[in-house]
Each structure stands twice: as C-alpha cells, then as structure tokens.
C-alpha cells in the first residue's frame, strides 16, 4: 500500500507593491501551478497605499509548500514573503456575516448560538438577523454550521488575517 503524502494547512503573508496586476501575477502562480487558494485577503498596509498585504492559506505537502515558498520570493514586485505557519506563533482571524431567518422559535434558539459564540447582532427584522462573528476559521465554520439548521439564509466571510504575534514584523 503507498503512503500519500501528509496534506499541511500554511498561511503565508506577502508585502507587494500595491499596483495594478500584482494580484493576478500572485494568483497566477497558484492557478498555473494547481495548487489550491483556501483564504485569499488583501489590503494596504502603509498610510500612504504604496505597499499591501496578501494573505493566502493553502495546503500542500511540505514539499509543494517550499515551492510556493521559493516562487512567491522571486515574483517581482514581491518585497517580504513569511510563512506564518512555520516562522513561530503568529494570530489569525476572519470575519463572517451570517443571515438567518426562520420561525420566532427558531430566532430565539439562533440567538443563544451567537451568544455562545460571541456574535454580535448587527442587523434585525422581523423575519430575519445578520449575525456578525470573528475568530479562527474552525469557530466560523461551527458557527456557520450551527446556524444552517437554524434557517441559515446566505454568508459571506473575509478570509483570514494573520501576524506574527510579538514585536516581529513581516
């Protein structure tokens, strides 16, 4: 019987130029290569707009991981690549609204599985909440869960943010 080898879950933070196509040449190196996207942010990181972060989550063996590693170094306009998973402890988390409609008994229940999970109510009607919940992927997934037997109607979800914890920078 072979052994597959051992899938591992990476976050990796990229400082890039914050210019037209910077994200597609990134992209591109994931799509051209077939390795899979499972979170995918990106923003300005300096109050000028010069520079932003992506963050990417993906999986791969740790020998594909190392590739992407040594690809993304050499893309250019690719100034700081750090593989969050490997370099020490770092914090991630994501943001999701979730709307849920149902029955009164249903909304109530709805209501004691944000309280469990710390979300915040951030829109109301009569028939329906929107649901605001932060934390690490595995809880919004739970919580997302959760809420489909509860009448869960649609969501949408940032994708994961992550640094490096302490006084190390990227």
């Known amino acids: 019987m072979l052994d597959t080898p051992?899938?591992?879950?990476?976050?990796?933070?990229?400082?890039?130029?914050?210019?037209?196509?910077?994200l597609a040449r990134v992209i591109g190196l994931f799509s051209g290569r077939?390795?899979?996207?499972?979170?995918?942010?990106?923003?300005?990181?300096?109050?000028e707009g010069n520079e932003s972060r992506i963050t990417v989550v993906t999986t791969g063996t740790r020998k594909i991981i190392e590739q992407i590693?040594?690809?993304?170094?050499?893309?250019?306009?690719?100034?700081?690549?750090?593989?969050?998973?490997?370099?020490?402890p770092s914090v991630e988390r994501e943001l999701a609204?979730?709307?849920?409609?149902?029955?009164?008994?249903?909304?109530?229940?709805?209501?004691?599985?944000?309280?469990?999970?710390r979300a915040r109510r951030v829109d109301s009607?009569?028939?329906?909440?929107?649901?605001?919940?932060?934390?690490?992927?595995?809880k919004i997934k739970a919580f997302?869960?959760?809420?489909?037997?509860?009448g869960l109607v649609e969501v949408v979800r940032t994708g994961v943010a992550a640094l490096h914890r302490g006084k190390k920078k990227l």
């Open 6 to 22: 051992h899938q591992e879950r990476h976050t990796f933070s990229i400082i890039v130029d914050n210019e037209a196509g910077v």
């Open 34 to 47: 077939g390795y899979n996207i499972e979170h995918l942010t990106v923003a300005p990181v300096d109050m």
């Open 69 to 88: 590693k040594a690809q993304l170094d050499r893309l250019v306009p690719i100034h700081k690549v750090a593989d969050l998973t490997d370099e020490g």
């Open 97 to 117: 609204l979730v709307k849920v409609a149902g029955d009164s008994q249903q909304r109530v229940e709805a209501l004691r599985v944000a309280e469990a999970f």
């Open 125 to 138: 009607t009569s028939k329906s909440f929107i649901f605001e919940v932060t934390g690490k992927t595995e």
């Open 144 to 150: 997302i869960e959760l809420m489909s037997e509860l």
